[in-house]
DNA sequence: CCGAATCCACAACGATACTG
DNA sequence: CAGTATCGTTGTGGATTCGG
C-alpha cells in the first residue's frame, strides 16, 4: 500500500527505522508554513524579505525557523550574496519542487470543494 | 495559477473573501494529525478506538479534535451506532478521499526521498 | 466505548533588541 | 537586509476525570 511506512506497525527492523524517519519527515513538513513556503517559492527565487511579503502572517522568527528546517532537509537552498546590504535567496532543490506538486494537489482541491467546505460548516455550527 | 486563491493579494472582494476562506481551510487541514487521519482512513471505515490505536502517538483528545474539525468541515462522516458500549465509526466522504489522493502523494514523496532527505541532514549537521 | 471539561506544563510564537 | 538571542505571553496538547 502506498502509505505502508507511515503505518505504525511493521516486524522488520529496517522498515521500523525508516518508518520512524518518515514519520519524523511528516511532522517536519506536514505544518502550515512549512508548505505555504514551499508553494510560493514555486519555480523562482525569492529574497527573505520577499518571502515574508508573499506568505501573509509569518512572523519572521518563524520564516527563518522553517527555512532553516527546510534546507537541513535539502527542500531549499539557500544563496548568500556576500553584498552590503546582504542578499539572501532561496530557491527549491529537486526535492522541493516534486513535494510542490502535491501541495499544488492541495490547493487545487482546497479550491474545488470550497463551496461544499462552506455549506458543510454552515451545517455543523447550528 | 493554480495556487491562486492561496496567494495574499487580490484585488476583486470576491476573490479575497475566497482567498481568506481558503487560507483558514488550509490552516485547518494542513497539519500532521489531520492528514494522518485522512490518510489512515483511507478507503475504510474505523472505530474511534481503532484510529486511535492506528495513528500512533495521537492522544484521545487530539483525535477527537481534529476529528471534530473534519467532520465540521465535511470531510469525514461521524457514525453512531445506538448500543451499549456505543459504537461511532468514521468514513471519508467524497471531499475526503479526494483530499486523500494529495496526501498519498505526499507520502509516495517522503518514501521516495527518504534517502535525499537523511543524506541532507547529517550535511548540515555539522 | 466515546466524548466533553478541567487543569496545568511546556512549547510555540511574537516582539524586541542587537550583530555582521 | 538577514540572522540570532532573549523574554514574556499565548495557547497547544497531555493527563485526568466525569458523564452518556
Redesign the pocket.
Known amino acids: 500500500m502506498a502509505t505502508k511506512r507511515l503505518r505504525a506497525s511493521s516486524e522488520e527492523a529496517d522498515l521500523t527505522r525508516a518508518d520512524s524517519l518518515a514519520r519524523e519527515i511528516f511532522s517536519d513538513v506536514a505544518n502550515k508554513w512549512a508548505l505555504l513556503i514551499i508553494e510560493f517559492l514555486g519555480e523562482g527565487t525569492l529574497?527573505?524579505?520577499e518571502l515574508r511579503n508573499e506568505v501573509e502572517?509569518?512572523?519572521?522568527?518563524?520564516l527563518?525557523q522553517n527555512?532553516?528546517m527546510l534546507e537541513r532537509n535539502g527542500l531549499v537552498e539557500?544563496n548568500v550574496h556576500p553584498t552590503v546590504?546582504?542578499?539572501?535567496e532561496y530557491t527549491l532543490t529537486e526535492s522541493g519542487r516534486a513535494l510542490r506538486g502535491t501541495i499544488d494537489g492541495m490547493c487545487a482541491w482546497t479550491r474545488q470543494y470550497l463551496g461544499h467546505i462552506e455549506a458543510s460548516r454552515r451545517r455543523f455550527d447550528t
Chains 1, 2 share one sequence.
Open positions: 529574497r527573505f524579505s502572517g509569518i512572523s519572521h522568527k518563524m527563518t527555512l532553516r539557500r546590504p546582504p542578499r539572501v
